[in-house]
Every structure is written in structure tokens, then in C-alpha cells.
């Protein structure tokens, strides 16, 4: 560096930018270490220390100029686009899902708390519970808000967490009955302990280092001990009456089937490939899906383009007088954010109150019939789909046309060709050439066009009887999504993230065909 | 297509001699053969901007009904009333959304352009080893868009989360980190086309006059690309505004909700605020219609070299 400021390489101005530009990274990668090594998240420092490493060469070597302009943004291509993707292939291949959240230690110390019993002369603990108002589990990872203040019979007063028991020192505990008050932690109310009971009564367990402390009712807990024994190094848990437990796809279960919860997450394979494609009910729904998202964006494209281009057309003559305001006007649909739009509809649709069946003094069930296998609400999409993507078609194909020689049509009228057949042999030829691979590009925006879907019908109707949560407007994107993240038909990670694989595939094919269109391999240069 | 001689449009010039063909010539038509040239155009034109703005103009009447349920909305109210408006101002956090939006999406879509300027620049002034299959891995890239991993990106934010609490899953830093994931993708192939027109003389000229390849990019390049950089620029920050899934993945506060995420909270199946929503709808939507409306022109050129916005 001193080297190239000296020979005239580089400007004062840079160095002192990348002196400062590097001391910030270093400073936060630091930092970051700090944290990592304190969480034993070994993996991600191994990661960040290489990768800050890797930055201080590139920009401290002097032969590394085209490093210099890539690695920033390779960095969050890696972090948060490659990586990803190949994490959930890997999830793919997991069970990671409701019944199956935590990694197999958490998972056997979690059974191991939870299955104890209580001996007759357990020692007992006058109790309050507590909680420290936070948010429930932020993450898929264990916490709790609960907190015991437990009091023994020789009064010393311990606090009791998911974590594990604290002795208190006098004066931590202020206040009595509702103001009472431990750190963060105030009690909750008769009304708030009864909503939460089933977590709390036989439930709420304190792990201790030989057995546990568990809540019995809202004011006693007691000592317990666990009736199950873990030998890590065998990988078997024994039970008191003798049978042994061994990891199995995600549970610890014993030679007769019996299995202890919570499972874990564990490696299963192709078995939630299998159960798209094997299973009869979710491979018939799957490929319900499939059809009718490529029956969806395929339409999305066909109608807009059709829409789009008419109107391009009409509007392309220099006769037509406030061409210019029709076409600022017709833009706004495009303009106007796709969330608010979908959502605009929604109300629009309303079979009892929408607008549109005041308008034709209707009652017609736009987005809830599930008649003909929801025809109706799927029509509905399109329509909106339409509405929402016509005016960029239009924007397209006025450019579009005005790029076409006038000559060329002239020609064929002067050949003798009607309008109609010049547009066909002439116009439209021409047209596809410039459009075409803007269409390949709207077929595959639309084969992902989560928002129209999901906040139009939120891929709803229902289908009645399905083995998965799916609706009659679901596309592949929002199946997934409702896989993963809501409905009532619980969390599966694992096969939503196998549904995305398919995705991908699809993509790719739409990718392989869209490439040898445009030719645009051949152009790099 | 029935089109007279005398009308073929001039390529090139759309809508600028309108004026000019105010002359008489077509007013002499008589009105069957105006109809049949001219008049119809109109038609089609009133006909889709019937299509276009009626939903437009319920936003706006929803907008002002003094109640927030379908079922009790007349179309012309009685006794319009702001107090939707005064709702969503004061009384929800509208304007926090709003910010956030603005703050995420906008941070991220000046960030994505500038880290998508240097990678272009990279490839289209540089030679280097690998430069061919770092500009095909892009392009590849591009056709996955990240929403197909949201699994793994909920998982892996909700990790984050766990050893830097400020940057996981329920953060708009995190939300801002996982868009610039995408940078690359989305603008690097556009930029680096325009780069490509600029006259490698330039730069070759100013690295003889002793500038730096920093000085060069910084001072000559992006200062000549400044019309696509904005439209990329735009054009990222409309994606962003409109990106609906990750948000609602990775934000949980309704703080930290971006502006789709907090006014598609105001509408679900039990309850919803449909006269507060609206209001919201025309408050958050007008500006971005304006941006584009003003920027319609260069927002084409971008278009069709690119992609399709959602």
C-alpha cells in the first residue's frame, strides 16, 4: 500500500477511505468473534474469521483489482442467496418441523426434565409464578417468559427458569402479592396462569443436574427425579422398568415402537420427496398445484399481452388526440404498489359488500366458490392478475411498435393484405422478436407471484379433505409458504423446503428454455 | 388494422408532433370515417381506463365513508369524513411503517446499485480469470429469485438471531442484510451493459493522465451512468416497497413492519379496517405513482433491458 501511494498508484483520498473502510470491518468481525465464540457457534467463526481475512488481502494486496469491485456484494450473494438455497436442500432432506423443532441433544435433555415423577417424600417449594412479559419464543429455538420464585421450607428463595434454578439473595424479591417483583420478572394473573395452564401445571420443569423441579399446581412445586437414564456414549436412554430407547428418524424409540417426545430433527433422506411423490393425497394435491400455477402464470401472460398490446395499438396513431394521458393514466395499475392492489381487490370481490357485485346488483361468489374445482376464484386472480400487468405489456408493445418501419406495412398494403392479415404476417412476427424474451421473463415472475395470490384468496378456497393445507388458488410459492409458516395443518420445514426444491427444478426448466431463446450465452463478451 | 397513409406514426418520436397534427387534415373526416379511423382508438382507450380506475375511485370513496366494514359502505357517503386519514396518522403507526419502508427499502436499493455498479465495472473494464462464469453464475443467479429459499432464510436469520440479537430474525437489519443478498442478481448484467457503451478511450485516456482504476470508476464512470444507476436505483426500491413475503417472514413487531406488511394487518378474514386501509392504500400508493408517472420514460428503457417489477 505504502508502495503504491509512493509510486503514484493510488490517491491519499483512497488509502485513508480504505484505512478507515477496514479498521470499521475489522472492528465488527472482532466483535463478532466475541459473540460467536461466547454462543460455541464454532462454524460461524471459522466462517466470519476467514472471510475477514480474505477482505483484508483483497484490499491490502495490490494485485487483487477485480476482487476489490466483486467481493462486496459476493459476500451477501453468499451469505444470503447461495447459501440459503443450499440450506434448504439440506432441510429438504430433514424432518425439521412441528414435533421435531430441536437438535437431538436439546431434544433428549427436554425428555429427559419432562418425564419425571414425583416421589412420595418429594421435597416441595411454595411457589409464584412469574414472567418476564417477552415475547413467546422468538425463534424456533427454546425459551420461555416463565420463571418460578420458588421458597423452601427452610425459607431460601430460589429462582426457577427453563435454564435451571438460581439461589436468590436476600432483598432481589421486592414487593408482595401483585407488585412483587424479581429482576424483570412480576407474577402473572389468576386470569393469564389459567389461559397458559397447559404449559404451566405438570408442565413448567426447572432441569436440574439430578432430576428437576416441577410446578404441581399454581402455587407448589416439588422435586422430582427422572425415571429415564441417558448413556451418551451407547446413544440409548434406559428406562427405570428396563426398556431402551435409540434414535430413530427423529425419536427416541424402543424395540416395540414406543416413542418419547419431543423428536428431534434428524436426516431422513428422500422421504419428504417421497411423500410429494409417492404419497397418493399429497401427490395429487402437489400436482394440482403445479398445473394450475403453470396454468396461472401462463394466462397472467397470454391475457395481459393480449390486453396490452390491443391497447397499444389503438392508441398508436398520431391521430388519436391525448394519447399521452390515456397512456399516464393507463399506467397506474402498474404504478400503484401489487400488495395494496391485491388487497384493493379483495374488498372489491367481497361476495356480500364488494363493489363490483353492488355494481351489477349481483351476488356472486368471486373468490369463495369452490364449484368446478374453484373456477371461479381462479378466474378471479386472473382477472386481477390482468388488471395488476396489462399496463406494462402496454408500455412494452408501445415501444415495440414504434420500433417496427413504417415501411414494412405499408408494403404489405401495397401488396394487397388486409389489416388483419398485415398484422398477423408483418406486425406481430416483428413484435415477438423484441417482446419475446420479456415474456419468458413475465411467465417466470408470474410462476412466483406470491402477493397476487396469497393476498388476494391467500390461496383460499380450501380443498376440502386435503392431506396438506392447500386451497384451490395456491401456486406452488404460497403452498410452500403455507407449509412452512401457517395454517392450521401445523409447520412442516422440511417438506416445505422439499416443495421449493420442485420449484427450482421448474424454474430451471423455464431458465434452460429462456436461455436458448435469447441467445444471450453466445453474446458474452 | 385500418390505418390511412398519411397517419404512419414516425418511430422515434412518440406523442411529440402531436401538436403539429392539429392541422385540419383529419378534422375534414366525416364523422363515419372519423369513427371507423379515429374514434374507435378513443373507445378502446375510455374502455381501459374504465378498467383501470374504477377500483381506483372506490379506494378513494372507501377512503372517505365515515365506517370501516363493507357492509355498512355506500359508494357516494353521505357525510364523507378525513377521519380515516386522521386514524391511520395518529392512532396507528402508519407513519412508522412508513419510515421503515422507506428506510429498508431505500437503504437497501441504494446499496444493491452501488455493489451491482462495482461488480459491473469489474466485469466490464476488467480482465480476470473466471470473469465468464462469474458473469453466467449471475445470470443464473437472477432466475432464483431468493423468496425460494425462505425456509432456510427463516432458519438461518432465526441462528442469526441467536448469538447477534440485532441482526436476526424480528430486525429490519436483518431484513435490510437479506435484500442485499439479492444485489448482484438483480442490476449487475443491466449496469454492465451500459457500462459496456461507454468508450473504453475514456477511461484508457484518464488512467494515461495517472488516475487510478478507483479514480476512474468513482469520477468518470458512475458519474456518466447516473441515468441507469437512478433507474436501477428505482427500480430496486419498487421491488423492495411492493417485497411482501420475506417481511412477513423475518418481522414480528409491529414496530418494525414495513409499510405491506402493516397495512395487510388491518385486513383479515374476522376483522377488517377497510376504510383505514384504503386511506393507507392512497397515502402509501400516490407517491409511488408519481415517481413513476415522472419517471415513465427512462423506467421503459430500463424495463425492457431488465426484468418485470411485481
Given at each position: 500500500m505504502l508502495n503504491a501511494y509512493l509510486d503514484g498508484r493510488t490517491s491519499l483520498t483512497g488509502i485513508i477511505v480504505k484505512i478507515v473502510f477496514l479498521g470499521i470491518v475489522d472492528a465488527l468481525a472482532v466483535f463478532g468473534l466475541f459473540l460467536l465464540a461466547d454462543a460455541n457457534a464454532w462454524t460461524g467463526f471459522?466462517?466470519?474469521?476467514?472471510?475477514?481475512?480474505?477482505?483484508?488481502?483483497?484490499?491490502?494486496?495490490?494485485?487483487?483489482?477485480?476482487?476489490?469491485?466483486?467481493?462486496?456484494?459476493?459476500?451477501?450473494?453468499?451469505?444470503?442467496?447461495?447459501?440459503?438455497?443450499?440450506?434448504?436442500?439440506?432441510?429438504?432432506?430433514?424432518?425439521?418441523?412441528?414435533?421435531?423443532?430441536?437438535?437431538?441433544?436439546?431434544?433428549?435433555?427436554?425428555?429427559?426434565?419432562?418425564?419425571?415423577?414425583?416421589?412420595?417424600?418429594?421435597?416441595?417449594?411454595?411457589?409464584?409464578?412469574?414472567?418476564?412479559?417477552?415475547?413467546?419464543?422468538?425463534?424456533?429455538?427454546?425459551?420461555?417468559?416463565?420463571?418460578?420464585?420458588?421458597?423452601?421450607?427452610?425459607?431460601?428463595?430460589?429462582?426457577?427458569?427453563?435454564e435451571g434454578l438460581r439461589e436468590l439473595e436476600p432483598g432481589e424479591v421486592t414487593g408482595e402479592g401483585q407488585d412483587l417483583r424479581v429482576g424483570d420478572y412480576a407474577p402473572l394473573t389468576l386470569l393469564e396462569a389459567n389461559e397458559r395452564s397447559a404449559e404451566l401445571v405438570g408442565a413448567f420443569t426447572v432441569p436440574l443436574d439430578d432430576g428437576a423441579i416441577q410446578l404441581q399446581t399454581f402455587t407448589v412445586a416439588a422435586r422430582t427425579v427422572s425415571d429415564l437414564t441417558y448413556d451418551a456414549d451407547a446413544e440409548v436412554i434406559v428406562r427405570d422398568d428396563g426398556t431402551e430407547f435409540t434414535p430413530v428418524e427423529g425419536y427416541w424409540t424402543s424395540d416395540d415402537g414406543e416413542t418419547l417426545t419431543p423428536g428431534f430433527r434428524a436426516f431422513i433422506g428422500f422421504d419428504n420427496f417421497a411423500a410429494v411423490l409417492g404419497n397418493e393425497d399429497i401427490r395429487g394435491e402437489f400436482i394440482g398445484v403445479l398445473i394450475w400455477t403453470i396454468v396461472f402464470a401462463l394466462m397472467s401472460v397470454i391475457t395481459t399481452f393480449i390486453l396490452g398490446l390491443g391497447l397499444a395499438m389503438a392508441l398508436d396513431d398520431d391521430r388519436v388526440r391525448g394519447k399521452k394521458i390515456y397512456r399516464s393514466l393507463l399506467i397506474i395499475p402498474y404504478a400503484l404498489p401489487s400488495f395494496m392492489t391485491a388487497l384493493i381487490w379483495r374488498g372489491l370481490l367481497n361476495q356480500d359488500f364488494g363493489f363490483v357485485n353492488q355494481l351489477l346488483g349481483a351476488d356472486i361468489p368471486w373468490l369463495t366458490s369452490r364449484a368446478f374445482n374453484g373456477l371461479l376464484p381462479r378466474a378471479s386472480t386472473l382477472l386481477v392478475n390482468l388488471w395488476l400487468g396489462f399496463p406494462y405489456m402496454l408500455l412494452v408493445c408501445t415501444g415495440a411498435l414504434q420500433a417496427i418501419p413504417g415501411e414494412l406495412k405499408e408494403?404489405?398494403?401495397?401488396?394487397?393484405?388486409?389489416?388483419?392479415?398485415?398484422?398477423?404476417?408483418?406486425?406481430?412476427?416483428?413484435?415477438?422478436?423484441?417482446?419475446?424474451?420479456?415474456?419468458i421473463a413475465s411467465f417466470a415472475f408470474n410462476f412466483n407471484n406470491f402477493n397476487t395470490i396469497f393476498l388476494l384468496t391467500g390461496g383460499d378456497p380450501p380443498i376440502r379433505g386435503a392431506a396438506t393445507p392447500v386451497g384451490y388458488t395456491d401456486i406452488l410459492i404460497s403452498y410452500a409458504y403455507r407449509l412452512a409458516f401457517g395454517g392450521s395443518g401445523g409447520v412442516d420445514y422440511g417438506l416445505a423446503a422439499a416443495v421449493s426444491v420442485f420449484i427450482f427444478m421448474a424454474v430451471a426448466v423455464i431458465t434452460t428454455i429462456s436461455f436458448r431463446r435469447t441467445r444471450v450465452l453466445e453474446e458474452i463478451n | 388494422m385500418t390505418t390511412l397513409p398519411a397517419a404512419t406514426p414516425k418511430p422515434g418520436s412518440p406523442g411529440d408532433n402531436e401538436r403539429t397534427h392539429l392541422a385540419p387534415k383529419p378534422r375534414r373526416l366525416p364523422p363515419g370515417l372519423?369513427?371507423?379511423?379515429?374514434?374507435?382508438?378513443?373507445?378502446?382507450?375510455?374502455l381501459g381506463l374504465a378498467f383501470a380506475l374504477f377500483p381506483a375511485v372506490w379506494v378513494v370513496s372507501a377512503s372517505v365513508n365515515p365506517t370501516n366494514s363493507l357492509a355498512a359502505m355506500s359508494f357516494f357517503p353521505d357525510a364523507p369524513t378525513l377521519n380515516n386519514y386522521r386514524d391511520l396518522l395518529f392512532d396507528e403507526p402508519f407513519l412508522v411503517w412508513m419510515r421503515n419502508s422507506l428506510v429498508v427499502a431505500g437503504g437497501a436499493a441504494i446499496t444493491m446499485t452501488v455493489l451491482s455498479a462495482m461488480a459491473a465495472y469489474a466485469f466490464s473494464r476488467l480482465r480476470f480469470a473466471g470473469r465468464r462464469v462469474g458473469l453466467l453464475a449471475i445470470l443464473l443467479v437472477q432466475m432464483f429469485p431468493q423468496l425460494l429459499a425462505m425456509v432456510a432464510l427463516f432458519l438461518f436469520m432465526a441462528r442469526i438471531g441467536l448469538v447477534f440479537p440485532g441482526l436476526g430474525t424480528g430486525t429490519l437489519t436483518g431484513l435490510f442484510l437479506v435484500y442485499l443478498g439479492g444485489a448482484l442478481g438483480a442490476n449487475t448484467w443491466l449496469v454492465k451493459g451500459f457500462f459496456d457503451t461507454i468508450p473504453a478511450d475514456l477511461d484508457e485516456a484518464a488512467k494515461i493522465d495517472g488516475a487510478t482504476h478507483n479514480q476512474v470508476f468513482w469520477q468518470i464512470i458512475l458519474p456518466l451512468s447516473a441515468p441507469i444507476l437512478a433507474v436501477t436505483t428505482m427500480l430496486s426500491f419498487v421491488f423492495l416497497f411492493n417485497e411482501y413475503i420475506l417481511a412477513s417472514i423475518l418481522i414480528r413487531d409491529e414496530l418494525s413492519f414495513t409499510l405491506a406488511i402493516g397495512l395487510s394487518s388491518f385486513i383479515s378474514e374476522q376483522n377488517s379496517q377497510w376504510g383505514v386501509f384504503t386511506a393507507g392504500a392512497l397515502l402509501g400508493g400516490i407517491p409511488i405513482i408519481l415517481l413513476f408517472l415522472f419517471l415513465q420514460r427512462y423506467i421503459v428503457s430500463g424495463l425492457t433491458a431488465g426484468g418485470v417489477k411485481g
Open positions: 471459522a466462517l466470519v474469521a476467514a472471510a475477514t481475512i480474505v477482505i483484508n488481502w483483497v484490499y491490502l494486496s495490490s494485485r487483487t483489482i477485480p476482487l476489490k469491485y466483486l467481493v462486496p456484494g459476493t459476500i451477501f450473494l453468499l451469505l444470503f442467496q447461495i447459501y440459503p438455497v443450499a440450506y434448504n436442500g439440506y432441510i429438504a432432506f430433514t424432518n425439521y418441523g412441528d414435533g421435531h423443532i430441536l437438535s437431538q441433544e436439546a431434544a433428549t435433555q427436554r425428555i429427559l426434565s419432562v418425564n419425571q415423577r414425583v416421589p412420595e417424600d418429594a421435597e416441595r417449594y411454595s411457589t409464584v409464578v412469574l414472567s418476564n412479559g417477552s415475547d413467546e419464543a422468538e425463534a424456533p429455538a427454546e425459551s420461555s417468559d416463565i420463571a418460578l420464585l420458588l421458597t423452601g421450607e427452610d425459607d431460601v428463595q430460589y429462582l426457577g427458569t427453563f408494403a404489405a398494403k401495397v401488396d394487397g393484405a388486409s389489416g388483419f392479415r398485415a398484422f398477423r404476417s408483418v406486425t406481430l412476427p416483428l413484435l415477438l422478436v423484441t417482446v419475446g424474451p420479456l415474456l | 372519423w369513427f371507423r379511423h379515429v374514434g374507435w382508438r378513443h373507445l378502446v382507450g375510455v
